[in-house]
């Protein structure tokens, strides 16, 4: 067999499957959310957030909503060096974010069902 036709074998298959993953994966919502900060921030993100006292009054003087502190832990990132990782229940994660050009640190308490809003301050002015 010619190496044209091997080829053209191997890119009418390739191409078959590609039709197949589009129309199986098709309305899915696969992700590849391998990372570490990534699976961490999905993991927080899909649980309902409760607000501690101190972060609901922060965010009722800067007139912040549910709908940004869940896009700052969603486009987050982690800093696992401050975390606590190594609890057996509830581990707590600090995440740093920016909103309107303010850098913001986020420290969220993530346990099995419940994430908990515990802190939330401006890092530089």
Do not use: W
Request: glycine share 6%.
């Amino acid at each position: 067999m010619k190496f044209t036709q091997r080829l053209g074998y191997y890119l009418g298959g390739f191409g078959i499957g590609l039709i197949l993953l589009m129309f199986f994966l098709n309305g899915k919502d696969a992700s590849c959310d391998y990372g570490p900060n990534a699976r961490t921030t999905k993991n927080i993100s899909s649980k309902p957030i409760q607000y501690s006292n101190t972060a609901s009054l922060f965010l009722s003087e800067h007139t912040l909503d549910s709908t940004t502190v869940i896009n700052l832990v969603k486009y987050g990132s982690v800093d696992f060096s401050k975390s606590e990782t190594h609890k057996d229940s509830c581990r707590i994660y600090y995440i740093e974010n920016s909103y309107k050009e303010r850098d913001l640190e986020l420290k969220i308490k993530n346990c099995e069902s419940l994430a908990t809003l515990l802190d939330i301050k401006y890092t530089n002015n």
